[in-house]
């Protein structure tokens, strides 16, 4: 964290111990693809529920946060006290984690004020938390991207005074594409300030045909994945940002298992081309994917397919959707080499975060 924040100043508390009792100098786990929701802004919405257009509600026997007329879920003991966190990654061995709002606290529909201020909020908590166990837990912000001009001064804060050096974006803003004009310039800032953008799917309607057995996580969420990344490849944002390090939820949607769509779709029509010359093969390793695939064949296709330099570990605790041993899943995959796995285990977070965690 940068000297002047707030948070920084306040006493740590003592560093949790390292899983298993492991020594300082083993291969570090981290998990980049953990969720919160700060205790601030859940007192926030109870004080105002109208401005931020969510509702917290008491319900068999717990409590559940909603967006006003959607998507709602539990409220978990660990999205908001970072003690509970680090014992939920001491159970999975995980050394670190990456900490990230909810997707549904992201509010992209809300007007510009109550949007930097529900950022602000979110934000100011996840570093509170960070601050608690630092050797635990990095912060991984989130933006007001409905207002470009907004993010990017959010953006600059977070860097400036939390230290943040990565963002949670979701993979769409309500129906807008992230690939839209008017978002480079917040993806360009990002760019600038080398801060990694994770891509997590927001979108809580349901497509024709999802509206039952979960299918709008179960296939909603890579379908979203899926049309984000496309659109970031075939527009030509991919060519304009070219340093920008963009990682994929859920071990990139659909897009590794049908790459070879996307390019024999850019050989043969004219307006897969009309944006970029760039193949989709070149531009399937401008991403990097979380192994969050719930399947070691799965896992191991991705692996071969993008490159275990690609490929980073993703719980997304503590949802009933998420890993509970990733670990365990990781090594269940047959002929991986221990670089390999250190590559995926740490060596590409770190990378991604541009130093030493």
């Known amino acids: 964290m940068a000297a002047n924040s707030k948070v920084a100043r306040k006493p740590a508390k003592k560093a949790a111990r390292r899983p298993s009792g492991r020594p300082a100098s083993a291969m570090r786990r981290i998990d980049v693809h953990s969720h919160v929701v700060p205790t601030e802004l859940l007192q926030a919405i109870e004080r105002d529920p109208a401005r931020f257009q969510m509702t917290i509600e008491s319900r068999d026997g717990g409590r559940k946060i909603a967006r006003e007329g959607g998507h709602g879920f539990p409220i ?10 680090v014992a939920g990654m001491d159970r999975k061995g995980l050394d670190l984690s990456f900490i990230s709002p909810a997707p549904v606290v992201m509010m992209y529909w809300l007007g510009v004020d109550a949007a ?17 166990y630092p050797d635990r837990l990095k912060g991984m912000g989130t933006l007001p991207m409905q207002h470009p001009d907004a993010a990017i001064a959010e953006l600059e804060r977070i860097v400036r005074d939390h230290g943040f050096r990565s963002v949670q974006l979701g993979t769409s803003v309500e129906q807008a594409q992230l690939s839209e004009q008017r978002f480079r310039p917040v993806l360009r800032r990002m760019q600038d300030l080398k801060v990694f953008m994770f891509a997590h799917p927001n979108a809580a309607h349901a497509e024709c045909g999802t509206e039952n057995y979960h299918l709008r996580n179960l296939i909603g969420n890579p379908l979203h994945s899926t049309i984000m990344a496309a659109n970031l490849m075939f527009s030509g944002a991919l060519d304009d940002l070219k340093t920008l390090k963009i990682v994929l939820a859920h071990g990139g949607g659909y897009i590794p298992y049908q790459i070879g769509r996307f390019v024999h779709g850019h050989k043969v029509r004219k307006d897969t081309k009309q944006d970029t010359r760039t193949s989709p093969e070149k531009m399937l390793r401008r991403f990097w994917y979380d192994a969050l695939v719930h399947d070691e064949a799965a896992l191991r296709y991705l692996i071969e397919r993008v490159g275990a330099d690609r490929v980073v570990l993703g719980t997304d605790a503590p949802f009933d959707m998420g890993e509970e041993n990733p670990l365990e899943r990781l090594k269940a995959v047959r002929r991986l080499s221990s670089a390999d796995r250190a590559l995926i285990c740490s060596g590409n977070a770190m990378k991604l975060y541009g130093g030493k965690l």
């Open 76 to 85: 978990y003991e660990e999205f908001s006290d970072p003690a509970v966190k």
């Open 116 to 132: 930097a201020e529900a950022a602000r909020i979110t934000n100011d908590g996840i570093a509170r938390m960070v601050a608690a």
